[in-house]
């Protein structure tokens, strides 16, 4: 059963709406207070200002991106290469339809990165992608899961994960080819 309390989850819900609709610029305490029906002084109740909404958000899209990372994963079959590819897949995908969530989820300077309900929510997406690199690499350092990371989140950060680039570049070639490559070495 959530414990959450009402007014706390209709505000997380609001800013959610709030950063789909016009990314981190659109979202403030008064918009998120306005968009969940309540008062402006309502967030101080629940939230340590701003700063405390956000990480709240960002703590429930790690939630929700380690749901699609494993939704990925497991529509993808037993083979280990398909499975790290569907969680890949899945990293493109929800960065492409949740950016706003995405940028507050890796570079929003405001959120607490050491809050106890982030920290371990954003190391459960990593342990995902982690456990999926594990059969093709002979060393315990995670070289690897850090090369598959480093390639999924700057071809996400890009925006090559979107059929159109934000800027006119030359034609990316596919991730699946990238990461065979490197799964091969």
Known sequence: ?????????????AGIALLAEGGT????????????????AAPAHHFNGLPGLLTAIAARAFDT?????????????????????????????????????FHLMFTAPEVDRHDPALAP???????????????F???????????????????AAL?????TPPRPMTEPPKFADLLDKLLAR
Not at 1 to 13: A, F, K, V, Y
Not at 121 to 135: F, V
Not at 159 to 163: A, N
């Open 65 to 101: 991106f380690a749901q699609t990372l494993q939704t990925a994963r497991d529509g993808a079959g037993d083979d280990p290469r398909a499975r790290l590819q569907g969680i890949c897949q899945g990293y493109l995908t929800f960065a492409a339809t949740h950016a706003g969530l």
């Open 159 to 163: 925006g090559f994960s979107t059929p």
């Open 25 to 40: 610029a659109a979202l403030t305490l008064r918009q998120a207070a306005l968009r969940a029906g309540v008062s402006h």
């Open 1 to 13: 059963m959530d414990e959450t309390p009402p007014l706390r989850e209709s505000l997380i819900q």
């Open 137 to 155: 690499s002979s060393h315990p350092d995670g070289r690897l899961e850090v090369a598959v990371w480093s390639m999924v989140h700057g071809f």
């Open 121 to 135: 929510a954003a190391a459960h997406s990593y342990q995902i992608l982690q456990e999926a690199c594990r059969p």
